[in-house]
Nanobody, 121 residues
């Protein structure tokens, strides 16, 4: 059973920083794209940032210049460095990975359990 384990959420003041981590574990053959999504109360889940296995990244317009996504392929981990946080960044952040588990014939989407990020004074 593939697991995506997230960490790093919490409460931070406006203008502060947080770093989210997501580690993929158990029986993984390869990982293609990885990314972070978020969902605020009453809103749809939206893409925040994504990164390919080769390191190419794309971002939502609302976080460009403030957030940085990166990955460590050897550790099967993706990170999201969030700087200059705003109250509107408050949401549950979900890790996503398009990967192939051992023994599978194709890649599938997997999701983490979500981590709460609250930006408030």
């Amino acid at each position: 059973q593939v697991q995506l384990v997230e960490s790093g959420g919490g409460l931070v003041q406006p203008g502060g920083s947080l770093r989210l981590s997501c580690a993929a574990s158990r029986s993984i053959y390869s990982i293609n794209a990885m990314g972070w999504y978020r969902q605020a109360p009453g809103k749809q889940r939206e893409l925040v940032a994504a990164i390919t296995s080769g390191g190419s990244a794309n971002y939502a317009d609302s976080v460009k210049g403030r957030f940085t996504i990166s990955r460590d392929n050897a550790k099967k981990t993706v990170y999201l460095q969030m700087n200059s946080l705003k109250p509107e960044d408050t949401a549950v952040y979900y890790c996503n990975a398009f990967l192939r588990r051992l023994g599978a014939m194709q890649d599938y989407d997997y999701w983490g359990q979500g981590t709460q990020v609250t930006v408030s004074s």
